[in-house]
């Protein structure tokens, strides 16, 4: 699998990961953060309070003004990305361009490759209840061609439960930073409680959920016996006009119920089918909910 050709990575190298609500960490990185330093570009001016260092009050402002104001001077520090991709059976599904495993590796390989250029902390993780493989934490452009191989040899089985598995990963972890969850959330114990544990921990979530269209229209009719990719039950069905009417509308409940609990978290939520462009998803959802510049 080769994710990307040469002048796709030039395209990301251009943009920057944004952190709204994580601490950014201590290393120098080459981001502008939000968070007021102490590098020598200016950011913006406050007033004067006692015990205030006096080495940064802005002396021609004074004398204009008569009143005292300190210089407020942006930090360039580098960010902690976490990159979880959910490993289990039902993520092995699709052909070709729109296999959702795949969709994810490409998607979690350009937020990497992002991270990487611009300085920042980058731990790729896929996770499955057997056993999570793990890529990092690393920092630098020079780390990149190693992510895409950790990627390429990565596989999707078994099962994941994906609450146990965000739980037990942000326990594990000591710095906490931006994570994006990369799952097509059919995990039978659902999301919430991993997510919780995540943002309790001090992560930023974006929650990418991944769906094949067969699995948003899926292309049946008739008497069928459908068997679970992941535990091998199967149950006999008929698919009739309202019968996929019924699945539609549960389908966009489900969804509609994700987008509402994330929104009241805090949490970005970004749904997307496989057949939509993977680099659309980065140059202008992303950019559209502030997550990328």
């Known amino acids: 699998m080769n994710l990307f050709d040469q002048s796709t990575l030039a395209k990301l190298e251009q943009l920057t990961l944004v952190a709204e609500r994580v601490r950014v960490g201590v290393m120098k990185g080459d981001r502008r953060s939000s968070k007021r330093g102490s590098s020598i570009e200016f950011a913006d001016y406050r007033n004067y309070t006692q015990g205030d260092d006096l080495r940064r009050l802005d002396w021609n402002v004074y004398a204009r003004l008569e009143r005292p104001f300190i210089k407020l001077l942006e930090e360039e520090e580098d960010l902690s990305v976490h990159l979880l991709i959910d490993g289990s059976g039902s993520m092995n599904w699709g052909e070709a361009d729109i296999h959702k495993f795949d969709y994810a590796?490409?998607?979690?390989?350009?937020?990497g490759h992002i991270?990487?250029?611009?300085?920042?902390?980058?731990?790729?993780?896929?996770?499955?209840s057997d056993q999570d493989l793990r890529w990092g934490?690393?920092?630098?452009r020079a780390n990149g061609m190693r992510l895409f191989e950790f990627l390429e040899t990565a596989v999707a089985s078994g099962i994941t439960d994906l609450n146990l598995s965000?739980?037990?990963?942000?326990?594990?972890?000591?710095?906490?930073?931006?994570?994006?969850?990369?799952?097509?959330?059919?995990?039978?114990?659902?999301?919430?409680d991993g997510l919780n544990a995540l943002q309790s921990r001090g992560y930023e979530?974006?929650?990418?959920?991944?769906?094949?269209?067969?699995?948003?229209?899926?292309?049946?009719?008739?008497?069928?016996?459908?068997?679970?990719?992941?535990t091998g039950q199967d149950a006999e069905i008929t698919l009739d006009p309202n019968t996929m009417r019924l699945y539609r509308q549960r389908q966009q409940a489900w969804q509609t119920e994700i987008a509402a609990y994330c929104a009241s978290r805090r949490a970005h939520y970004i749904p997307i089918t496989t057949n939509e462009s993977w680099e659309r998803l980065i140059m202008q959802t992303l950019r559209a909910k502030g997550v990328v510049k």
Do not use: C, Q, W
């Open 205 to 230: 979530v974006g929650l990418i959920h991944i769906l094949s269209p067969d699995e948003i229209e899926p292309p049946l009719d008739g008497d069928l016996k459908l068997v679970d990719i992941e």
């Open 105 to 111: 590796r490409r998607l979690a390989g350009a937020l």
């Open 115 to 128: 991270a990487l250029t611009t300085g920042d902390m980058v731990t790729m993780t896929v996770l499955n």
């Open 166 to 192: 965000m739980r037990h990963y942000a326990m594990r972890n000591r710095r906490p930073g931006m994570a994006f969850v990369l799952t097509d959330l059919l995990s039978p114990n659902g999301y919430k």
């Open 137 to 140: 934490p690393h920092r630098g």
